[in-house]
């Protein structure tokens, strides 16, 4: 029979970092729940929605949980109704205690609140994961490459494939993350400090959003594990279990271009608010583009929407080297792009009008490369 007493607002904070992983609609009714287990080490935490589980281990040394246990166990309670009553508990402290089997009263101040809940033995069994070799990287690191890759993938689920970002570790030590919704493409190439077993996976971008909003900052590194069907992220007290997308991610190599015909050069954040004023009036129009014109040296951004007015605005470009040109697109691609590089400036480089562009921090060796489709119009 449980029973435990722990500081308030640091096991709020657990419960609300394991709640990330529950679906309070899932066709399964035990994944809304939240299990609790309790031994003598401390206590774990797990949420899951069938996709991603969370468990978030809290050891009885921690100090900033005032942890006390007197005796162990197991439970399931309703995630996000225990939530709301854990937080609405007036004291520092609460005290939690089973007075009966899958019954527990929490004890909070003056304010004394029973609940029911489930037999833990109907949780799913969350999978053992074994590497001889995990990878190990720095959380900071890995969350940059995530920001700079997953916004590209694919939101519509008739190609699952592209929804997810393709990791590949080479050599031991190459990594490079890759995601693509075919109308616009972003890769990210590292060199790990610690070597590890190469590895080709792909992972749900939804997925590896959650791991960047519950690893925080403050977790310095992370372990990475991997099954046939999942990948595992693990700090010291959380795990992040997602499955895995079945399928072969297409060969994304060859979609990007070495031979340009005009090359050019901005301020990234000066492009990027140019970009802004061009959307407000490129949403009213039918095709949702910008025209962008290159000629005698002069770059300039057009939208015309006949309902709304215009946008003529002529771009500081820092070099601009080779042919007129002038090519259509959607902002947004650019804007999103421009967003996931934190250089000053940025190279845009074309082939054509209908042919994919790319961006690329300027002076970078190919590390972050963009790709965006144009839009043909009349």
Do not use: C, W
């Amino acid at each position: 029979m449980i029973q435990f007493s722990i500081n308030k607002s640091y096991f709020l904070q657990a419960l609300n970092t394991t709640k990330r992983a529950i679906s309070h609609k899932n066709a399964i009714p035990i994944l809304s729940t939240v299990k609790i287990d309790v031994d003598s080490e401390g206590i774990t935490l797990t949420g899951s929605n069938g996709q991603i589980s969370i468990e978030y281990f809290i050891p009885v040394n921690e100090e900033n949980a005032g942890l006390l246990i007197t005796s162990s166990g197991s439970i399931l309670l309703e995630a996000g109704f225990f939530i709301n009553v854990v937080s609405s508990l007036p004291d520092i402290t609460l005290d939690f205690k089973e007075i009966e089997k899958n019954q527990i009263v929490l004890t909070s101040g003056k304010s004394e609140i029973t609940l029911k809940g489930k037999d833990a033995e109907q949780y799913p069994r969350l999978q053992d994961m074994q590497a001889e070799n995990p990878l190990l990287i720095e959380t900071k690191t890995l969350k940059n490459v995530i920001n700079e890759t997953a916004f590209a993938a694919s939101l519509q689920e008739s190609r699952p494939i592209l929804t997810g970002v393709h990791l590949v570790l080479s050599d031991n030590q190459t990594l490079k993350t890759v995601a693509t919704d075919s109308h616009r493409l972003s890769q990210r190439q590292i060199s790990l400090e610690k070597p590890s077993d190469n590895f080709d996976v792909v992972v749900p971008s939804r997925s590896l959003r959650e791991f960047s909003a519950v690893f925080t900052d403050d977790i310095e590194t992370v372990e990475v594990f991997f099954s046939a069907n999942q990948i595992l992220f693990r700090s010291e007290q959380i795990s992040f279990y997602t499955r895995l997308l079945e399928g072969n991610y297409p060969d994304t190599d060859r979609l990007i271009p070495t031979a340009f015909t005009t090359e050019m050069t901005f301020n990234r954040e000066k492009l990027r608010q140019a970009m802004e004023r061009a959307r407000i009036l490129s949403n009213a129009t039918t095709n949702g583009t910008v025209k962008l014109e290159v000629e005698n040296s002069v770059v300039s951004a057009h939208v015309n929407s006949p309902e709304v007015g215009q946008v003529h605005e002529e771009l500081d470009a820092l070099t601009i080297s080779g042919q007129d040109l002038t090519i259509s697109f959607n902002p947004t691609y650019l804007i999103d792009a421009l967003k996931a590089m934190d250089t000053e400036n940025v190279t845009i480089s074309f082939i054509s009008a209908v042919r994919p562009f790319t961006l690329i921090p300027a002076n970078d060796q190919g590390t972050f490369i963009q790709l965006i489709t144009p839009v043909r119009t009349n």
